[in-house]
């Protein structure tokens, strides 16, 4: 009986785990294409050293170090929760117990994690709700941010805790005949009671796995998805120097056209009717896959000297912004009156950005700010001619001199005379 419970529980998670992913899917399809451009070696070098090695969030030793074992954690414990599934599928108990050695050094660090990440847990809402860091404060996160996050970290802690109990009871129950090694959880038997240890087995079995499927179909719409999201957008990650800006098809496409006759009559691509960014369906997929990783940690705000300052700009908010233009366009799935640029991010915060890289360098997801900050004062500047006062000057000095200044060409060298 339990077995057939499990399974439609199982079905019931999956079928709406892979409605939400479809549903991110058509989101993803409404964005623009880029192409990629292989360095597959380089790509994963650069996955295992940012992302499984966490070397940027290890710049930070203490908080760095805290956040790379919650992660490690996660990954080792996932392989018990695949046991878990099998089991049960299967009715089985412990089904990859058969591996022997390397089935006590997977559940041993199993227990080792479970513990470290507890505490982990418990320090992150320690810091989000008692310490209240700057770092998780801004503009951009509101109270429903921040509920997402206390969300999250709950989850995790309640799933530690019961993994903790299941692996206690194992023990108990099984004495000598116990399936694996549990190092730390073997310290507390004493602290457990034999009398309904099968029953109490069985509640955090349950507990543990049912949290699994609630918390697996709660990630695709938190911050958390980074979980899911963080390993492919580091693979994806721009590999070409952070200062250097991507030129602009549309641009070269329209100065093809003045200088000859059509080179694109054979094009079978679509004609973009846009320069630059003015709302989601302008940003590529790239962008998109940066928004859903965005942990929302606020390292790159932290860095940004336009923030620093008492600016508008926070580069976080950018992507925060997408994701929730996204989800509203999803919502209306159709067009309406408002746009990224303008609704959602002004001018005055895209014009604040010094271009310097400290963001993108910064985010320990190699996610990319200024390119697509660029991108959106390029709409403005060339589809809504709006630019600063300053910049509107030098546009007028490079028209009519061919240089930023204000000065005739004719009169460049005068100041060699004499
Ligand atoms: S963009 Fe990167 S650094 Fe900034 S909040 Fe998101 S994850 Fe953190
Ligand atoms: S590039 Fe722009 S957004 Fe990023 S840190 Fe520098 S000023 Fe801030």
Redesign the pocket.
């Known amino acids: 009986m339990d077995q057939i419970i499990f399974i439609v529980i199982l079905f019931i998670t999956t079928a709406a785990l892979l409605y939400s992913f479809w549903k991110i899917k058509s989101n993803f399809d409404k964005t623009k294409s880029t192409a990629f451009d292989g360095q597959i070696g380089k790509r994963t070098k650069l996955t295992f050293q940012v992302a499984f090695g966490q070397s940027k969030i290890l710049r930070k030793p203490l908080v760095g170090l805290m956040h790379a074992l919650v992660f490690w954690g996660f990954m080792v414990i996932t392989i018990g929760s695949l046991e878990i599934i099998i089991d049960g599928i299967s009715g089985s108990h412990r089904i990859f117990g058969t591996w022997g050695i390397v089935y006590d050094v997977i559940s041993a660090s199993g227990d080792l994690f479970a513990f470290i990440v507890l505490f982990g847990i418990i320090a992150f809402l320690f810091r989000r709700l008692v310490m209240h860091i700057n770092r998780f404060k801004g503009i951009e996160l509101g109270k429903k941010n921040k509920t997402d996050a206390n969300i999250a970290l709950t989850f995790i802690m309640l799933l530690m805790l019961s993994l903790i109990g299941l692996n206690v009871y194992e023990v108990v129950l099984m004495g000598d005949k116990t399936i694996g090694t549990y190092p730390v959880s073997g310290l507390l038997v004493n602290w457990a009671s034999p009398v309904h240890a099968a029953g109490l087995y069985h509640f955090f079995w349950w507990m543990h796995i049912l949290l699994i499927f609630v918390f697996a179909n709660y990630l695709p719409y938190s911050k958390h998805f980074h979980v899911f999201m963080s390993l492919p957008n580091v693979f994806f990650s721009n590999l070409k120097p952070l200062t250097q800006l991507p030129l602009m098809p549309e641009v070269k496409k329209e100065v093809d056209l003045m200088m000859s006759d059509n080179p694109y009559a054979d094009s079978t691509e679509p004609a973009s009717s846009r320069f630059g960014v003015k709302d989601v369906e302008d940003i590529t997929w790239k962008n998109y896959m940066d928004a859903l990783?965005?942990?929302?940690?606020?390292?790159?705000?932290e860095v940004c000297p336009a923030n620093i300052t008492g600016k508008l700009l926070s580069?976080?908010k950018i992507?925060v912004d997408i994701r929730q233009r996204m989800d509203e366009k999803a919502g209306i799935n159709k067009e309406d009156a408002k746009a990224l640029v303008g609704d959602y991010i002004t001018p005055e915060e895209l014009w604040a950005c010094t271009s310097c890289n400290a963001?993108a360098q910064?985010?320990?997801?190699n996610?990319s700010?200024p390119n697509l900050i660029m991108d959106m004062r390029r709409y403005l500047v060339l589809e809504e001619g709006q630019a600063p006062e300053e910049l509107n000057a030098m546009f007028a000095n490079i028209e009519n001199n061919g240089a930023p200044w204000k000065y005739s060409p004719e009169d460049r060298l005068k100041w060699t005379e004499g």
Not at 293 to 299: K, L, S, V
């Open positions: 990783t965005c942990t929302q940690c606020g390292r790159c705000t580069p976080r992507f963001c910064e985010c320990p997801l996610i700010h």
